[in-house]
Nanobody, 131 residues
Framework: QMQLVESGGGLVQAGGSLRLSCAAS????????MAWFRQAPEKEREFVAA????????YYVDSVKGRFTISRDNAKNTVYLQMNSLKPEDTAVYYC????????????????????????WGQGTQVTVSS
């Protein structure tokens, strides 16, 4: 069982930055593939970024490429999402998710990872970007 707790959300002006953190419980964090999703009001939840168990492989949705960076610190059981050059359309509740599995690097190179099924979810943190 894994529990995930997000933090770091808030209100920021367009062009600003935020760093989200997701702290995971358990001793086997390093065996979990992790990801960030978001859900804007009246919209479906969408994939944002994913990172492999070692952190060597990552994948981003096109709308955040070059602006967001996903990373992880397995010693601290934490995954991060650094968000720069924020836009009003980034406004959403951001969720981290974990999967007890290690999809191969090809999943990240091809983008298949965006359809991967995640087993554990946090409660979400609100990010609001004002124009």
């Amino acid at each position: 069982q894994m529990q995930l707790v997000e933090s770091g959300g808030g209100l920021v002006q367009a062009g600003g930055s935020l760093r989200l953190s997701c702290a995971a419980s358990g001793r086997t964090f390093s065996t979990y593939a992790m990801a960030w999703f978001r859900q804007a009001p009246e919209k479906e939840r969408e994939f944002v970024a994913a990172i492999s168990t070692t952190g060597r492989s990552t994948y981003y949705v096109d709308s955040v490429k070059g602006r967001f960076t996903i990373s992880r610190d397995n010693a601290k059981n934490t995954v991060y999402l650094q968000m720069n050059s924020l836009k009003p359309e980034d406004t959403a509740v951001y969720y981290c998710a974990g999967s007890n599995g290690a999809p191969s690097g090809s999943y990240y190179r091809t983008g298949t990872i965006r359809n991967h099924k995640y087993d554990y979810w946090g409660q979400g943190t609100q990010v609001t970007v004002s124009s």
